[in-house]
């Protein structure tokens, strides 16, 4: 117990000397800043890189086709698994260093600055993994969908963009936010090329003091905030596109069909087909029927 105790006032002291500030990005709270702002950013440009080669990797292709786009299509789709798989298949840390360092050492060109590398790196790794991501979500759809599209004249172009992504988004809502948790984690790997993220400063905070445990506990619990805030902010945005879980099928309309109509969730029984609105409707009726008997 006493190690905890001692444990608890090393990480109190870390904090109060090196917390910095969150808006001049300073300590630990700017390298917080610096990752949460890379992974929002690269997670953003990511997603756009992988609905790009998603759809362009689900663009059909028939026999009949003219031989140019048979060839094109067959060209991009080799080209987008090739990228998909040497950036699924390599560290991202690797990346880093073959991006920031390669460039200059092969065509002499420096970097703008190490934001611009650090954007770079995380935005075409993740844009790997939501390739695929899209294009498993493009195929959930249902292809009767697809069909009735094209039976109303509608393009591939307009297919995708009216029918098919807006319910692609939703099934691949979860794997969108999960690839940001996993980027709010994994930009620890970009201090390789000098940016300063919030893991950065932890190995600066150790060359200084040699306190070693006592900031990666620091560290442990910043990044678990994190991603439990992303992670809550998700499931609230995936309750917002579900909308409302509440509907009612009741019509006033006497041709209507009255068996089936469901109030959801259900109110009464499982057994009970009707809803509460309309068992109450039906008992003022019989009240006031009664009352005009009596009468």
Same mark, same amino acid.
């Given at each position: 117990?006493?190690? /905890? ?18 808006? +001049? ?26 609905? *790009? ?54 065509w002499d060109v420096q970097w703008p600055s190490v934001w *611009?590398?650090? !954007? ?5 790794n993740t844009g790997a993994y939501m390739a695929e991501s ?33 319910? =692609? ?10 690839? #940001?948790? !996993? ?7 970009? #201090? ?20 070693? /445990?006592?900031? *990666? ?22 309750r917002r596109m579900d909308g409302s879980s509440n509907y ?5 309309? =006497? ?8 109030? /959801? ?20 009726? +019989? ?9």
């Open positions: 117990m006493e190690r /905890f105790i001692e444990l608890g006032q090393e990480m109190a002291l870390l904090w109060d000397n090196y917390k910095g500030s969150f808006f +001049l990005g300073s300590g630990y709270l700017g390298g917080i800043r610096n990752t949460l702002v890379l992974a929002v950013v690269a997670t953003l440009i990511g997603c756009i890189i992988g609905f *790009a080669c998603g759809v362009l990797n689900t663009i059909p292709c028939a026999k009949n086709d003219p031989p140019v786009k048979r060839f094109l299509v067959k060209l991009i789709r080799v080209v987008v698994r090739v990228y998909v798989e040497v950036f699924r298949g390599t560290p991202m840390v690797l990346q880093a260093v073959f991006i920031y360092y390669g460039l200059p050492y092969f *611009a590398a650090a !954007i770079v790196v995380v935005s075409i899209v294009r498993g979500g493009i195929i959930s759809i249902d292809p009767g969908q697809t069909e009735g599209a094209k039976a109303i004249g509608m393009t591939h172009v307009q297919t995708m963009t009216n029918v098919i992504l807006p319910q =692609a988004i939703r099934n691949i809502l979860p794997q969108i936010g999960n690839n #940001f948790i !996993i980027n709010i984690k994994d930009t620890s790997v970009m #201090f390789v090329i000098t940016f300063a993220e919030f893991f950065a400063f932890h190995r600066y905070i150790v060359g200084v003091n040699n306190m070693y /445990f006592p900031s *990666a506990a620091i560290e442990m619990i910043g990044y678990l905030t994190m991603t439990l805030i992303a992670s809550i902010l998700l499931r609230w945005m995936e009612e099928l009741v019509q006033d309309d =006497a041709l209507t069909m009255t068996a089936g109509t469901y109030n /959801f969730p259900n109110k009464g029984t499982p057994f009970d087909e009707q809803s509460k609105e309309y068992r109450e409707r039906k008992r003022q009726e +019989l009240k006031h029927g009664r009352s005009r008997g009596d009468r």
